[in-house]
């Protein structure tokens, strides 16, 4: 089973630590299940907020998003982690 988180707007400033609380608060009361972050509706993640979804993305959480943006931040913190593991 997969919880999913999903986030519209934008993902700066405080609502970066609503998500990580949100984050850490779920993945507790859900032990074993897969979590996944809905990134369809977000039109603008800060930097804070793609550092955030980077360390989620490499402690397992699946990162799902549709539109060109969000496809896109996607993708850069795919690429960003895999270079990471290379170096």
Not at 39 to 64: P, Q, S, T
Request: hydrophobic share 45%.
């Amino acid at each position: 089973m997969t919880v999913t988180l999903v986030l519209e707007g934008k993902c700066r400033g405080p609502w970066v630590d609503e998500l990580e609380r949100c984050w850490h608060k779920t993945a507790a009361s859900s032990p074993g299940k897969k979590l996944r972050v809905n990134l369809e509706n977000v039109g603008f993640v800060d930097e804070r907020g793609k550092e955030l979804l980077a360390e989620m993305y490499a402690k397992g959480v699946e990162l799902a998003a549709e539109g060109v943006l969000t496809a896109a931040l996607v993708e850069e913190i795919m690429a960003s982690r895999s270079a990471r593991q290379r170096a």
